[in-house]
């Protein structure tokens, strides 16, 4: 079971290595008392800090990642070689009967 902890630690793990790598920048100089550009609000919106605090933010990656599953798994099999032929079948059925009833 995914739990609350699991996830802080996991998001933990992730920000600290996004840190050592430079990929998020640490503070540097001073912050402007109103970021007037969206840059500025960008840099300065404490992402991890709500991924770590908030039950939203925190399972929604774990929701789309297990959805992103689902689906790849109901289109594997609705795209089947043999779900194919079959619906091929039926449509050349359903064809030759609505030719065959005018």
């Known amino acids: 079971m995914v739990t609350p902890s ?13 840190r050592d790598n430079g990929f998020i920048a640490g503070k540097s100089g001073r912050h402007m008392k109103f970021p007037y550009t969206l ?15 908030n039950w939203i933010w925190m399972y929604w990656p774990v929701g789309a990642s297990v959805s992103l599953y689902v689906f790849a798994k ?9 779900n ?19």
């Not at 194919?84 to 009833?101: D, F, I, P, R």
């Open 6 to 18: 699991l996830l802080r630690n996991l998001y933990g793990q992730i920000e600290k290595v996004w």
């Open 39 to 53: 840059s500025a609000k960008i840099a300065q919106f404490p992402v991890f800090f709500y991924i770590k605090n």
């Open 74 to 82: 109901i289109h594997a099999l609705a795209n089947s070689e043999a």
């Open 84 to 102: 194919v032929k079959s619906w091929q079948q039926t449509q050349l059925k359903n064809a030759e009967k609505e030719a065959h009833g005018h």
